[in-house]
């Protein structure tokens, strides 16, 4: 299955060359066109292979909706999100789906007056918590605080909040559907409660198994004598869409492994890595800097250099 390319890329710089290494990654459509990019500029080839599929839907945009639109029966406009202290997203698309709502809603669901909302975000994903996100929750920015966790994982956004002292925490995440759900957002919703949070889980958008076709790349460039030099995965969904793909060609990852002895598997942060090793899937490279996935690139680079001088 041939993916048109995401974009034009500017040209490699030679001395990032290690030699024409094809890397196969398995992030979703959003995340995709910023992680191709990364592995060009390092001179090496992307193949992308999508396993799930990551999207807001009619249905959880209303859901989202639900929280922001006035409450009937009150004087003053006063939506639920006013119950709330803390607003926690997990992922850059839960952030993009609460915008979707956000910008079909009539008015900013806070009133200029009221007590701070701290919004948190992981990483990067925090950049899309600008000027026009805040305005569209809040006439008075003042209201609002962005709060970003030195650690880019839920357990480090947990840590950063603090204590909860019974204070509500409403948490969009992925409804997912056709896999398993990975225990990283249980564990979430378990740590904050362990907290002192009342967290309210809200289903924001969905993670879907992108089908059984979406491991035909990986499979057709395995067969090849050269195969591919390295696959990169940014979640456990991706994993368990992968593996689950692969039973539909009558292969098991010990066979993927077999047919690409000198395959490097790389892991965006640890919370990736012990979901893909949950599943049976060994890791060989991890990203102590998982902010962004300039992390997981630059550990890959690492690794090849590191082998590239105990062979010479």
Same mark, same amino acid.
């Given at each position: 299955?041939?993916?048109?390319?995401?974009?034009?890329?500017?040209?490699? =710089?030679?001395?990032?060359?290690?030699?024409?290494?094809?890397?196969?990654?398995?992030? %979703?459509?959003?995340?995709?066109?910023?992680?191709?990019?990364?592995?060009?500029?390092?001179?090496?080839?992307?193949?992308?292979?999508?396993?799930?599929?990551?999207?807001?839907?009619?249905?959880?945009?209303?859901?989202?909706?639900?929280?922001?639109?006035?409450?009937?029966?009150?004087?003053?406009?006063?939506?639920?999100?006013?119950?709330?202290?803390?607003?926690?997203?997990?992922?850059?698309?839960?952030?993009?789906?609460?915008?979707?709502?956000?910008?079909?809603?009539?008015? %900013?669901?806070?009133?200029?007056?009221?007590?701070?909302?701290?919004?948190?975000?992981?990483?990067?994903?925090?950049?899309?918590?600008?000027?026009?996100?805040?305005?569209?929750?809040?006439?008075?920015?003042?209201?609002?605080?962005?709060?970003?966790?030195?650690?880019?994982?839920?357990?480090?956004?947990?840590?950063?909040?603090?204590?909860?002292?019974?204070?509500?925490?409403?948490?969009?995440?992925?409804?997912?559907?056709?896999?398993?759900?990975?225990?990283?957002?249980?564990?979430?919703?378990?740590?904050?409660?362990?907290?002192?949070?009342?967290?309210?889980?809200?289903?924001?958008?969905?993670?879907?198994?992108?089908?059984?076709?979406?491991?035909?790349?990986?499979?057709?460039? =395995?067969?090849?004598?050269?195969?591919?030099?390295?696959?990169?995965?940014?979640?456990?969904?991706?994993?368990?869409?992968?593996?689950?793909?692969?039973?539909?060609?009558?292969?098991?990852?010990?066979?993927?492994?077999?047919?690409?002895?000198?395959?490097?598997?790389?892991?965006?942060?640890?919370?990736?890595?012990?979901?893909?090793?949950?599943?049976?899937?060994?890791?060989?490279?991890?990203?102590?800097?998982?902010?962004?996935?300039?992390?997981?690139?630059?550990?890959?680079?690492?690794?090849?250099?590191?082998?590239?001088?105990?062979?010479?």
């Amino acid at each position: 299955m041939q993916h048109p390319p995401l974009f034009s890329f500017p040209v490699p =710089s030679p001395e990032n060359s290690r030699r024409n290494c094809v890397i196969a990654f398995t992030t %979703p459509q959003n995340y995709a066109p910023r992680l191709s990019e990364l592995i060009h500029l390092k001179g090496w080839t992307p193949l992308w292979c999508p396993t799930v599929i990551v999207e807001s839907t009619e249905q959880t945009i209303s859901s989202i909706h639900q929280y922001l639109k006035p409450r009937a029966g009150i004087d003053e406009p006063n939506s639920f999100l006013e119950e709330f202290s803390t607003l926690a997203f997990t992922s850059r698309t839960g952030i993009t789906a609460f915008l979707q709502a956000l910008s079909i809603n009539p008015t %900013p669901p806070l009133t200029p007056n009221g007590e701070i909302l701290t919004i948190a975000a992981l990483g990067n994903d925090a950049e899309l918590l600008d000027r026009d996100f805040i305005r569209k929750m809040c006439e008075n920015p003042e209201r609002i605080r962005v709060l970003v966790p030195s650690i880019a994982t839920p357990s480090g956004l947990v840590e950063a909040l603090g204590i909860g002292q019974g204070r509500k925490v409403l948490c969009p995440v992925p409804l997912v559907i056709g896999l398993n759900e990975p225990p990283v957002v249980p564990k979430f919703l378990e740590d904050l409660s362990k907290r002192g949070w009342i967290p309210v889980r809200l289903d924001a958008y969905e993670t879907r198994w992108a089908g059984a076709k979406c491991a035909e790349d990986v499979v057709m460039k =395995s067969e090849e004598e050269c195969g591919f030099d390295a696959i990169v995965f940014t979640s456990t969904g991706e994993v368990e869409g992968l593996l689950k793909s692969l039973e539909e060609f009558g292969l098991d990852w010990s066979m993927v492994r077999r047919r690409c002895p000198r395959m490097v598997v790389a892991a965006h942060g640890p919370v990736t890595a012990a979901g893909a090793e949950s599943l049976g899937v060994g890791i060989d490279v991890v990203s102590s800097n998982f902010g962004s996935f300039d992390g997981v690139v630059d550990a890959l680079a690492h690794k090849w250099k590191s082998l590239e001088n105990q062979e010479s």
